[in-house]
C-alpha cells in the first residue's frame, strides 16, 4: 500500500517530532534509514537525549546502571538531527503548519510527529506532602533512588507493571514494601486473576506484604510521608510512598488543534497507518490509538510496539511501500530474578491453561474460542518465544495442550 501524500527530502521545514523518547528517536532513526535527508527535528520538553524507560523502575532504580540513553548526542549530530530539549510543545496550529513553543517561538513542519508519551497519574488527596513519588522519567528514577536508599518503609499504591517492578527493585534496596491493589490480584486486568496470583506469590515469597482488594484512603505525615491509611482502616507506617496507578497521554497541548483524541481514554485517534485527522499529523507510541485491521482503536503502552509502529508510520510520511507483516506484539516485564513476558494478546476473560509451575517459574496459554491467542511466561524466556509462529498462525488450543 503506498498513500499519496508524502514529505519529501527538499520540503523546507521537514519533520518535527514532539517527544524526546523512545518513539521520538526511533522515527528519526529510520526517516535518516530509509533515505530521507530533509530537515528532522525533536522537540523534547526533558534536558536529556531521549532515553530508554525500562530501566528506570530495574536497573536505575537498583543503582545497576545510570546511562540509559538511546543514542548518545554526537549520533543525532552524525545524522543531522536537530534535538531541542527543554523545549515543551504548547499549541499546534494545523492550518498553518506550526507548533507553539514554551516562551512563544513557532516552529514550521511540513510534516508533524506526535511522540509525547504519558503523564503519570497522582492521587490528588495525596496534596503535597513530602516522600510521594511517580515513576515516568529519568530524573524521577534518580529522585526515588536516592529515597529509596535512606527509606525503611515503602508502601507501593497499585500492583500493575510499574508497581510490581518498583516493589522488586524496593526490596532489592533493602526496603520493607506493601503493595497495595484494590484488585484481587496483580495485573488482573492485563493478564487475568490466575497468572495475577502466580505473580502475588513471586512478591509474598521476596518478603513484600501483597495487600489485595483494598485501596489507599490517606496519607498522613508533617511535611513528609509518615503513615498510609488504608480503606479497612489499616495504618502502615511509610516514610516513602511511590504511585503507580497508570498514566494517561499527554495531550494537553493539541487542545483546540483540530486532532482528535479518544473521548475515553485519550489516546490521539490515528488510522492503521498512525496518520491523525489532521492533515500532516502523525502520532505513534504510548501516547497514540492506531486502528487495527478489525477497525478497533487501541494503544498500546509497550516498548516494542514503538518499533512496530515506526516501520509503518515512516514509509507511509514517505510514501514508500508499507511491507505488509504480521506482527505479535510482546512485552516484558522484570521482577527479581524472573523475565515476566507477554506474546500475543491476552485478555483478562480469556481461558488460561497453566502448563508449568514449579512454584516460582511459569508458563500459561491463553485460549479464546478454541484457538490459541497469548502465551505468558515467568522465567522460561525460550519456550515464550518458541510460540510465537503459533499465535501468529491463529494454532488451534488443542495444538498445544495434546
Ligand atoms: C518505568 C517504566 C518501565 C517500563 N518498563 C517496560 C518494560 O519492561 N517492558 C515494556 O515493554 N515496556 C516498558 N515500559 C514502556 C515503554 O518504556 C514505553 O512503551 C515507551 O517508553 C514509549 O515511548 P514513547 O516515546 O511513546 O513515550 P515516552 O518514552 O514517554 O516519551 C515521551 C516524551 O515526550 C516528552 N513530552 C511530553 N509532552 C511533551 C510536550 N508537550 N512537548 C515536548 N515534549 C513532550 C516526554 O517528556 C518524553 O520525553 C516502561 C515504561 C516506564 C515508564
Redesign the pocket.
Known amino acids: 500500500m503506498v498513500y499519496e501524500h508524502h514529505v519529501t527530502s527538499s520540503s523546507e521545514q521537514g519533520v518535527v517530532i ?7 528517536a526511533r522515527t528519526a532513526e529510520q526517516l535518516r534509514r530509509s533515505g530521507y535527508t530533509g530537515r528532522v527535528t525533536i ?4 534536558m536529556h537525549v531521549p532515553y530508554d ?2 530501566p ?2 530495574k536497573e536505575v532504580l537498583r543503582k545497576e546502571a545510570d546511562d540509559v540513553a538511546l543514542k548518545p548526542r554526537e549520533w543525532y549530530d552524525e545524522n543531522d538531527i536537530t534535538l531541542r530539549l527543554g ?4 499549541g499546534l496550529d494545523t492550518t498553518a503548519q506550526t507548533v507553539t513553543l514554551a516562551g512563544g517561538t513557532a516552529l514550521g513542519y511540513d510534516e508533524l510527529v506526535i ?4 503523564v503519570p497519574r497522582r492521587i490528588p488527596a495525596f496534596g503535597d506532602l513530602g516522600g510521594i513519588h511517580v ?3 529519568f530524573d524521577e528514577s534518580l529522585a526515588l533512588r536516592e529515597h529509596a536508599v535512606r527509606a525503611r518503609h515503602g508502601v507501593v499504591v497499585g500492583a500493575g ?2 508497581g510490581c ?1 518498583v516493589a522488586a527493585s524496593l526490596r532489592g534496596l533493602g526496603v520493607d514494601v506493601v503493595l497495595v491493589e484494590p484488585q484481587p490480584t496483580p495485573l488482573a486486568a492485563v493478564l487475568g486473576e490466575r497468572i495475577g496470583e502466580l505473580v502475588a506469590r513471586l512478591h509474598r515469597d521476596e518478603g513484600v506484604d501483597v495487600r489485595l482488594g483494598v485501596g489507599v484512603a490517606e496519607v498522613r505525615g508533617q511535611g513528609s510521608v509518615e503513615a498510609v491509611v488504608l480503606t479497612d482502616g489499616t495504618e502502615l507506617p511509610a516514610d516513602l510512598v511511590v504511585v503507580g496507578i497508570g498514566s494517561h497521554p ?1 495531550t494537553d ?1 493539541l487542545a483546540g488543534s483540530g486532532v482528535e483524541v479518544d473521548g475515553v481514554d485519550g489516546g490521539v485517534l490515528c488510522d492503521e497507518a498512525g496518520r491523525t485527522t489532521a492533515p500532516n499529523v502523525w502520532a505513534l ?3 497514540a490509538s492506531w486502528r487495527d485491521a478489525t477497525g478497533h482503536q487501541a494503544r498500546v ?6 518499533a512496530d509502529q515506526t516501520r509503518v508510520v515512516v514509509p507511509a510520511m514517505l510514501g514508500q511501500e508499507v511491507a505488509p507483516t504480521t506482527v505479535v506484539p510482546y ?4 521482577q527479581y530474578d524472573v523475565k515476566i513476558q507477554c506474546l500475543g494478546e491476552p485478555e483478562a476473560t480469556d481461558t488460561v491453561h497453566l502448563v508449568e509451575d514449579d512454584g516460582r517459574k511459569f508458563l500459561a496459554y491463553y485460549e479464546r474460542d478454541g484457538v490459541l491467542v497469548g502465551v505468558v511466561g515467568g522465567g522460561m524466556p525460550g519456550k515464550v518465544m518458541k510460540v510465537r509462529a503459533k499465535i501468529a498462525a491463529g494454532a488451534p488450543i488443542s495444538e498445544m495442550l495434546g
Open positions: 514532539v517527544g524526546g523518547g523512545l518513539a521520538a522537540v523534547s520538553d526533558e524507560r525500562p528506570l523502575s523545549a515543551a510543545a504548547t511522540a509525547t508519551g504519558l515513576l515516568r522519567s507493571f510499574i517492578e499527554a497541548w507510541g504510548d501516547v503502552e509497550h516498548w516494542s510496539n514503538v512485552f516484558w516485564s522484570d
